[in-house]
């Protein structure tokens, strides 16, 4: 994982100074943060490109959270809309970190999941049913996206099995925080406040459906170990 983590740093650094080199750009030609905001979210084009440029990049720089994005499509865009640019996002996103994968091998996905024992469990079961398991991963909160991208590209899974499993996982718990964007600025109107509690409503059950399916596995697991003794 080592070459990951070296065009991890070198995006970050390329990313900093190209900010640093456009502000100052910016700054001696007399734009301000409120200028460049209004050409982006005044051009259709622009708003899409900024978009599925940061879903591009959220596949080498981790720390983009995912929620911000789904929040921000809703935003710039009209409903709709904004869904249509998420699943092309979506599948950008998917696509890179699945390839990668394949490419990298599992031993090297394995060593950052060993890092993150939250989850080692449950990419261990999804080893077991590969489509059911990054359906399941999907719905829950917790994994990161482009580990879960680079652990299916690294199985025998099917690419379009996967990317079904994944677009179909992530859709409940994306499609309320794109209706959340669009009432961002009334964040105590029904328009936001009903997605807000779908939501939750959502990530609660999913958590309810990993706890139970993880002690079923767990009592098999024992069952299966006082069946070998």
């Known amino acids: 994982m080592k070459k990951i983590k070296i065009l991890q740093y070198t995006v ?80 950008f996103d998917f696509t890179i970190g699945f390839f990668a994968g394949r490419r990298i091998g599992k031993t090297s996905v ?28 999907r719905m829950l909160p917790g994994p990161p996206t482009e580990i879960t991208n680079m652990f299916y590209g690294a199985t025998s899974i099917r690419y379009f099995y996967f990317l079904a499993a994944s677009t179909l996982g992530m859709t409940p718990g994306m499609l309320p925080i794109i209706f959340m964007g669009k009432a961002v600025l009334t964040p105590f109107s029904k328009e936001f406040i009903i997605p807000f509690f779908i939501e939750l409503v959502f990530v609660v059950l999913a958590f309810i459906i990993f706890f139970v399916v993880r002690k079923k596995g767990t009592a098999a697991e024992k069952d299966g170990t006082d069946n070998d003794v």
């Open 12 to 91: 970050i650094i390329l990313t900093i100074v190209l900010l640093l080199v456009g502000s100052f750009a910016g700054y001696r030609a007399g734009y301000t943060l409120e200028d460049i905001w209004a050409a982006v979210s005044g051009s259709v084009l622009y708003s899409v490109l900024a978009v599925l440029g940061l879903y591009c990049l959220k596949t080498i720089l981790w720390v983009i959270p995912i929620n911000a994005l789904y929040l921000g499509a809703g935003i710039l865009f009209p409903v709709w809309q904004a869904v249509l640019i998420t699943y092309i996002g979506l599948v």
């Open 110 to 137: 394995m060593e950052v999941l060993y890092k993150k024992k939250p989850v080692q469990w449950l990419f261990a079961l999804a080893e077991k049913n590969h489509a059911v398991g990054c359906l399941m991963i």
